[in-house]
Antibody
Framework: EEQLLESGGGLLQPGGSLRLSCAAS????????MRWVRQAPGKGLECISG????????NYADSVKGRFTISRDNSKNTLYLQMNSLRAEDTAVYYC??????????WGQGTMVTVSS | QSALTQPPSASGSPGQSVTISCTGT?????????VSWYQQHPGKAPKLMIY???KRPSGVPDRFSGSRSGSTASLAVSGLQAEDEADYYC??????????FGTGTKVTVL
């Protein structure tokens, strides 16, 4: 069974940093583009970052550009999101997702990030 | 990139049908055959229901169907069941390796 499991969320103050991890299993991780999607409380979905199969190409939403960094370790079947200079508006559930046919076809259960003083 | 426009809510009685629209532009919905739909129950992760405008992943009931006309995509759910009550989001590829989601529609089974 294809699975994704996020970890690393928590409560932190504005300006802080956090690294999220997403462990993949049940599929060939190195063959798939991966993305991070977030959902603020009571709000809709926002695709914030993506990474190519070998990690040499990345992209970011304007809302996180310059503050967040996506990366992957294909030897560990793990996706990462380094989050710096966090703001209150970054408070959300963060999901990792596997891409197939330009669709988010497998999602993790999500990890909550709360930024508050 | 602006969010795709969906109606906030839709409803139907068990056994009836409901259709949700997703309006974008020629730069996203109207420009690529990469529209997808997601079902999200409260407190759960989204689940892929439709991809490439009208294709169903394995395991998704054929009560769910997708279509597109111009820059508006639609998700139709026929034979509504209680478990179909959820939030539904559309998504589209939007060039330069970007994706945009819809504003979301809450479907209520009366």
């Amino acid at each position: 069974e294809e699975q994704l499991l996020e970890s690393g969320g928590g409560l932190l103050q504005p300006g802080g940093s956090l690294r999220l991890s997403c462990a993949a299993s049940g599929f060939t991780f190195s063959s798939h583009v991966m993305r991070w999607v977030r959902q603020a409380p009571g709000k809709g979905l926002e695709c914030i970052s993506g990474i190519s199969v070998n990690g040499d190409s990345t992209n970011y939403a304007d809302s996180v550009k310059g503050r967040f960094t996506i990366s992957r370790d294909n030897s560990k079947n793990t996706l990462y999101l380094q989050m710096n200079s966090l703001r209150a508006e970054d408070t959300a559930v963060y999901y990792c997702a596997k891409m197939t046919s330009y669709a988010f076809n497998i999602w993790g259960q999500g990890t909550m990030v709360t930024v508050s003083s | 990139q602006s969010a795709l426009t969906q109606p906030p809510s839709a409803s139907g009685s068990p056994g009836q049908s409901v259709t949700i629209s997703c309006t974008g532009t020629s730069s996203d919905v109207g420009g690529y055959n990469y529209v997808s739909w997601y079902q999200q129950h409260p407190g759960k992760a989204p689940k892929l229901m439709i991809y490439e405008v009208s294709k169903r992943p394995s395991g998704v009931p054929d009560r769910f169907s997708g279509s597109r006309s111009g820059s508006t995509a639609s998700l139709a759910v026929s034979g509504l069941q209680a478990e179909d009550e959820a939030d539904y989001y559309c998504s589209s590829y939007a060039a330069s390796d970007n994706f945009v989601f819809g504003t979301g529609t809450k479907v209520t089974v009366l």
